[in-house]
Nanobody
């Protein structure tokens, strides 16, 4: 069984930064791609960023490109999302997901097998 636990969310002013972490329990973390999604109130869950098994390939939604950076530390079984220049429209619950594939080129919820419980990010304007 794979468990994913997100942390690092909180309240931040517009223009500020936050770093989200997603710690994975279970074996073979380094074999699989990981992703971050978010869901704002009244909206569907949307893709934010993803990373392949090694960290060598990353993918971003246009809305966060240039502001967010996804990375991973396979020795710590952790994936990160560094969020800079935050905007009020970034307010959402952020979820990390794990794929059953090593490729990070996956932008749909159905491409991910395991999910964390989410962490709230609130950006005040």
């Amino acid at each position: 069984q794979v468990q994913l636990v997100e942390s690092g969310g909180g309240l931040v002013q517009a223009g500020g930064s936050l770093r989200l972490s997603c710690a994975a329990a279970g074996r073979t973390f380094s074999s699989y791609a990981m992703g971050w999604f978010r869901q704002a109130p009244g909206k569907e869950r949307e893709f934010v960023a993803s990373i392949n098994w090694s960290g060598g390939s990353t993918y971003y939604a246009d809305s966060v490109k240039g502001r967010f950076t996804i990375s991973r530390d396979n020795a710590k079984n952790t994936v990160y999302l560094q969020m800079n220049r935050l905007k009020s429209e970034d307010t959402a619950v952020y979820y990390c997901g794990r794929r059953a594939s090593s490729s990070g080129a996956a932008y749909r919820e159905v491409d991910y097998v395991y999910w964390g419980q989410g962490t709230q990010v609130t950006v005040s304007s």
